[in-house]
């Protein structure tokens, strides 16, 4: 198998995922971090500012993200509705199912 370098770095929180974007900043790859008031801009090339610390508000905002990725690669229509639920995008414990 041969070895890919990542083309986009998308992390939750920036505070906590720091030692991610520094390793990302020394190889050129690209950061998009969804971001809280108070949340550290260094190494971030995008921000999406958003609640990150509630796991509902990411579960929506990774669902938009997959959605849009769907729509760009023409896989979605925007005339059409995605029948994947936000449900699907929130953790549960493997051990509660």
């Known amino acids: 198998t041969k070895y890919l370098e990542p083309r986009l770095l998308i992390v939750t929180d920036p505070r906590t995922d720091s030692q991610a974007l520094k390793e990302a900043s020394y190889a050129n790859i690209p950061v998009m971090a969804l971001c ?54 929130f953790w549960r414990d493997p051990e509660e199912l």
């Open 36 to 89: 809280d008031t108070d949340s550290p801009l260094e190494n971030v090339d995008i921000a999406i500012p958003c609640n990150n610390k509630g796991k509902e508000s990411i579960a929506l905002l990774y669902w938009l993200l997959a959605r849009e990725v769907q729509y760009l690669r023409g896989t979605l229509s925007r005339a059409s509705g995605w029948d994947i639920m936000v449900d699907s995008f």
